[in-house]
């Protein structure tokens, strides 16, 4: 059973815990939009399953696949993999899946956010996104956990936590005219203490460079524990990621969590630049009302797209380069936890990554120190 | 996880639990196409709805819809009720759905069935039906149980256990040339003890007259209890259903179950009979490739299509010079269960009844007797 509560998270003693708390499991969707992912998606399909096995290894995982595709992705996944109907616009469940949130008890809810494809008629990449914003209902039915249904335009890859009061998100996304026009930063904020049970809001300024989602704070940086905070970065002047990130550790390095803590910024090399090629975006068939790519575009690429799963950290490996520095520098980052790299490259071509598509449930009836 | 297995559940030790043993919970479809349910399939939803809701005072119950009609379903159906996206052809979960089987330590698995929409293009009643065919794999991908696929067609409506290692049949569906025309009586049999772990099959003759299931045994005939029947009847011997009814009677009679014993046969007189109206006929749009439905055909009306709940039993309620005394019989049959009537002729004038469109799924973890 999946009520719909009129209150808050934060009024019912609900906050959002720390990825790098335990899950009960993990949700993905199918890629399929051949106007995103080229030649039919197929090559992400694989890209897709791999992650998923990934995954598989640390703890549950459940994909949702549209009725046309179901049986391909039933086939295509291992048995492992729970695989159900569930219908979407596009497959990023970090943006369109639920937000789940708990208490002290160990009880889970979630907090299903609007969804207007990043940024609707104003610069979003598709249209409709009906299904898209239907898609977190439908996992908190399934996952039987009541639901909040915030009042605000939200994308799970806007936000991160620690787990203990404290929110990391970006101006550009969180700010952005295509999203709440009519609320200003203040409010934004009310909202995310009403909706995530934080505190302490950090604001960082622009999100990784060229980065489609208007800047989600989940391709640019992320909590690695309780005052530490992983940040994506080149010490190449000329890209114009330096400002970004110079800019954010400038913020970082200023602020204060919710306890009142200074944060440890650790600096994670970006891969890259990368670009899209010529027999990428061949593969791509345009069509009107989604954004068209380019031969020649800069990707967001980022290591600090990675999934936090059980024991475990699902990277994705962009370029040969630079994958296996940023493998040992996350393997230093989580000492407890297995870093498996998965080729992410056809993934990153969609517009986002290995974060974007995944999307954690907190185990249930664990008891919890309210932060 | 739901892993498909190569086995069958009688090798594997299981065996499909009557209906009236304990469940977990009721599986449902929401009614939509409009070849088959008048006026857009309204009235049927608000039936469909008032089933549901008497389900749901007895046990948790979960229905699907299709994508397209899954926001209304949602907000037509009490929060108690789960929804879940499910695509399908039609919304009998009883055929389509998983047949549960259970073993001795309380382990639960699945039989799905191949469907072919009752009778394939020999006599089916629509095409095509390969969403309905995906029905069983995706309730089980949700209940996370393993799946046997069994090698025949069949559909749950043609089949009654008493749980104890009986089965209960019709020739008219199971040996019709439109499911199997390749298998004999005995081949038939093989796969029934097979796949319902059953090692009698009492075989009945014709099913209720005019029921274009071909004959399925859960309009003329279900156990009540191991040893005991209840039979659809009528004393009048000029309706074609009197020979039909004699027949099984005779049968019944005659039979012996697998611990050896008679059976107590219930009469339970039937509506009617009742036949389409023209008022109701004409909000049927009618479709190639669909059976059409016509005013002044005669409704296989039965009172033997209810579905027992756990300390209840949900009935139609099809006549209202009949059903008083129909829910007298059933609440002597069912000395410990609470019996609700639901107004169900919509659902008659879509080709079946309360039994037809729930699936139960037996509870977990509970030790039984192997039969």
């Known amino acids: 059973m999946s009520r719909t509560l009129n209150?808050?998270?934060a009024a019912d003693g609900f906050w959002m815990p720390a990825e790098f708390e335990p899950h009960?499991?993990?949700w993905m969707l199918w890629p399929e939009r051949p106007d995103n992912w080229r030649e039919?998606?197929?090559p992400a399909q694989q890209a897709f399953v791999q992650v998923a096995r990934a995954i598989a290894r640390f703890e549950p995982v459940t994909v949702g696949a549209s009725p046309a595709h179901f049986g391909a992705a039933r086939s295509l996944l291992p048995e492992e993999i729970r695989v159900v109907e569930l219908s979407h616009d596009d497959c990023w469940m970090r943006d369109v899946g639920p937000t789940f949130?708990?208490?002290a008890r160990g009880a889970v809810r979630g907090v299903d956010w609007q969804f207007n494809a990043w940024g609707g008629l104003q610069g979003g990449l598709y249209f409709p996104w009906d299904q898209d914003d239907l898609v977190a209902r439908k996992v908190l039915e399934i996952e039987g956990r009541d639901?909040?249904?915030?009042p605000i335009v939200n994308e799970g890859g806007a936000i991160h936590v620690d787990g203990e009061g404290t929110a990391l998100v970006t101006e550009e996304c969180l700010l952005n005219a295509n999203r709440n026009p009519s609320l200003?930063?203040?409010q934004i904020e009310a909202h995310l203490r009403d909706y995530l049970g934080v505190s302490?809001?950090?604001?960082l300024g622009r999100g990784v460079f060229n980065d489609e989602t208007d800047g989600h704070i989940d391709n640019l940086a992320c909590f690695v524990r309780p005052g530490e905070v992983c940040l994506t970065w080149t010490d190449d002047r000329r890209d114009p990621q330096y400002a970004i990130s110079m800019d954010a550790w400038e913020r970082l390095h200023d602020a204060r969590d919710a306890r009142g803590r200074r944060l440890k910024v650790h600096k994670l090399p970006a891969p890259g630049p990368l670009f899209m090629t010529a027999a990428e975006a061949r593969g791509i068939v345009p069509r009107e009302g989604s954004k068209p790519r380019r031969a020649g575009e800069r990707l967001a690429a980022s290591y600090v797209n990675f999934y936090t799963a059980n024991g475990g950290i699902v990277m994705p490996l962009l370029d040969a380069r630079t994958d296996r520095a940023a493998a040992a520098r996350l393997r230093r980052l989580f000492p407890g936890r297995r870093v498996v790299g998965v080729p992410a490259r056809e993934i990153l071509l969609g517009g986002g990554n290995i974060h974007c598509m995944t999307q954690q449930v907190p185990v249930a009836g664990l008891r919890r120190k309210r932060p």
């Open 200 to 203: 302490t809001i950090i604001w």
């Open 147 to 150: 639901r909040y249904r915030a």
């Open 40 to 42: 039919g998606a197929w």
């Open 101 to 103: 949130v708990v208490d």
């Open 184 to 186: 200003d930063r203040a």
């Open 24 to 26: 009960a499991g993990c």
């Open 7 to 9: 209150s808050t998270p």
